[in-house]
Structures are given as C-alpha cells and as structure tokens.
C-alpha cells in the first residue's frame, strides 16, 4: 500500500473493528503506513482501576525543530443494527464515489489523509524543516481515561514538546471549508434525586410524593437561561436527559424520582462556576415549593455529578489559526468560519499542551448506519492538509 493514496490508507483503517476499547488491529494499520515514511512508532498501553485497558500510539518524523502534532482516535462507536447498513460496516465498500463502514468519517478519514499528506509533502520537500508527530488513541468514544490525557502526559515526559496541534475530527457541517474549530464548549452531567415518602394514592396527606419537587427543580434549571452567549461562544445550553420514578403501579405515590441533565456551557462559566450555579438554583426552587402537603418543609435532594467535567476553551493562536485558513481557502476557494460549536473532543486535552484547532471531514454521518466518505473529499482534504503542512513550516 502507498501511503500517498488517502483511499487505500481510509479502507485499511474501516477494515479494522476497533470499537472502543478495542484496538481491532487499526492501530497496527496506522503502523505499517507511517513506518515506511521514517516515523519512529510507540505503541503504549495505560490502565486504570474500574476502566478498560486502552492501547495508544505515538510517532514521531524529525528530531528538531518546529513541532506539529496531528491528533486524533481509531477507536470507533458500535454499529449498531447491522441490518440496517446497505453494506457490512468494516468492509469498506466503495459505491458511487464514496466509501463506506464504520468510522468512514469519525476519524478514520482525518487519520488516512494526514498520513497520506504528509507522504506527499515527503516525496515533493523531503523531511521537513522540524518534527510531525501522530498521537493518536482508542479511548476518545469511550470514557477518555486511559487514551489523550494519559497519552500527552507520558510523552511529555519523555520531552516531547509541541508548538501546535490539529485534530482531524468532522468539522466541516455541510462542505469541505466550512468551518474550522478553534475552540470547545465546556461539558458537566449530573442526576438529581428528589426524596420523598412513598404512599397509597388514595391517602396523600400520609405520603410525600418525589414527582412535584423533581418538576419544579428541573424547572429551575431551565429557567431563565444561563447567560446570552459571548464574543466567541453561543448562548450556555442545559438539557434534561431523562426524568424517571420507576413506579410501575398507578395507585402508589412515588417516593424517589431522579432527572439527568447536560450542560454546554461557554467562556463565561468555568466547570466550578456552572456547578455552583446548579447547586444555588436548586437549594432556591426546594425551599420556594409549596407542593408539599406532609410536612411543608423544603424538598430534599442529593446531586450526583456524572464522570468529569470539560473545561470550556478557545485557541487565540493567529499564526495556527490563520495558516489553517489560508490553507483551506488555496485548496477549496471557501474561507471557513471560525467555530466553537459542537460537542467536546479530545483537543480539551491537548490545549494544556500547546495551540490546538480541528479540522476535518463533513461530519453528516458520523455514528450513523451507514456511515460514508466522498472520495473527492478525502483527496481535498489531502490537499488542504499537504497544504497547511507546508505552509506552516515555511
């Protein structure tokens, strides 16, 4: 296989069942593409109590000199129901100019065209005037424990340093130039437990019902909004999840009720600031209530925080930011906006680094059946990213 051809690279990477936690062979794949360019290849593996084991990689081009890192994950979601895939998920099929199969474009595709970018910039330049270094992972849609974080920490550790980054997941929403990511919204989860005393429906006044107190505190949350958006983010987002009691019996008043929730939450806010807040809507709507009839006193809840919060961040590096742009622009004619939309990704890792920015693929059918990449855009993305990779070195 040459690695100048992001098709080749993209169907040995699908082929590979690297469902989280499992490697599946794909990082072997990655291996075998980047040895042959001169990368020196480590494979480390991290663990972690109550988590699965997770195996890394890291690679390194160059031994001086200004240093890119291109990060990113094999590690892909399940595919859910096979049936409803036109063609087997890892067979990567190849149909009316695109390729299909699971993590076609989350990333699998960002990986496969940085590879064969930086086989082009090789043939055409020679090394480059510095380092380029791949850190990639198995544990970015998993539970990100023992993937980035742990990955950074271990090579910095052995004194890599980095002068910038780019993820290669799909930004792009609709075309290849859209959008670049520049920054990330921060990220909290957490279930309410509302107490109460169950009872007999048809003698109220002895029970305490949970359900009342759940409604008003979710409403609490809602209501009014967390702030209006700043400079660079939208407006702060809270979602209630799911809201439960468990009670499958229609004369019993539930005496538990629990609702979860999502907050994405911008520059505004830091994961301590937006808690607090949480916690002080809360202890307001349980001590306004007046639902209660047993004993009028405030409802009582417990929150529990959900797995660890992402900090809010955004990259104000203009010499990244602006040659990734320019490259995009050379390459597709479009100028891409500058984003901080979206979910989390591992570059809430990375920027505690160095610079980081994301850009890759269009990200339409991501985690869906039938996932797929155009063709032409893994060899316009190819081109943007040889492009950048020149540009920023010059």
Not at 28 to 39: H, K, M, Y
Not at 130 to 141: H, K, M, N, R, V
Not at 167 to 195: C, Q
Request: include cysteine; hydrophobic fraction near 35%; proline fraction near 7%.
């Amino acid at each position: 296989m040459t690695s100048a051809n992001p098709l080749e690279n993209l169907s040995a990477l699908i082929r590979c069942p690297s469902v989280t936690p499992d490697e599946g062979g794909a990082l072997t794949a990655l291996q075998a593409q980047l040895e042959p360019l001169g990368f020196a290849v480590d494979r480390v593996f991290f663990s972690e109590d109550g988590t699965p084991d997770i195996e890394n990689l890291y690679a390194r081009l160059g031994s001086d000199g200004p240093h890119l890192m291109f990060a990113g994950h094999t590690d892909v979601v399940p595919p859910g129901d096979s049936d409803k895939w036109l063609h087997p998920p890892y067979s990567a099929h190849v149909l009316d100019g695109k390729i299909h199969g699971r993590g076609a474009v989350d990333m699998k595709g960002g990986i496969a065209c940085f590879t064969a970018a930086v086989a082009r910039f090789i043939k055409k330049h020679g090394q480059p005037r510095g380092q380029i270094s791949f850190l990639i992972t198995g544990d970015e849609e998993g539970p990100a424990i023992n993937g980035t974080a742990k990955l950074l920490e271990w090579a910095r550790k052995r004194g890599e340093h980095w002068d910038a980054a780019l993820v290669g997941e799909p930004t792009n929403p609709e075309t290849l130039g859209d959008m670049i990511k520049i920054g990330r919204r921060g990220s909290v989860s957490a279930r309410v437990t509302i107490h109460g005393v169950q009872g007999h429906a048809a003698y109220p006044h002895l029970a305490d019902n949970a359900v009342p107190g759940a409604l008003m505190l979710a409403d609490s949350l809602l209501y009014p909004q967390l702030d209006r958006g700043t400079e660079r983010f939208q407006p702060s987002n809270l979602e209630i999840t799911s809201m439960d009691v468990g009670n499958p019996a229609t004369n019993v008043v539930p005496g538990r009720a629990t609702f979860d929730f999502n907050i994405r939450f911008n520059d505004k806010w830091s994961p301590e600031a937006i808690m607090a807040e949480v916690h002080n809507r809360l202890d307001r709507a349980a001590r306004r209530t007046k639902l209660r009839s047993r004993n009028k006193q405030p409802v009582e809840f417990t929150v529990d925080w959900r797995d660890r919060p992402s900090p809010v961040f955004s990259t104000h590096d203009d010499r990244l930011i602006g040659t990734l742009a320019g490259s995009v622009e050379k390459i597709t004619g479009r100028k891409p906006e500058l984003s901080t939309s979206g979910g989390t990704s591992d570059a809430r890792f990375i920027k505690d680094y160095c610079p980081v920015v994301e850009f890759g693929l269009v990200g339409k059918t991501m985690h869906m059946a039938n996932e797929y990449a155009a063709i032409d855009d893994l060899e316009t993305l190819t081109q943007i990213y040889q492009q950048f990779i020149s540009d920023w070195f010059a």
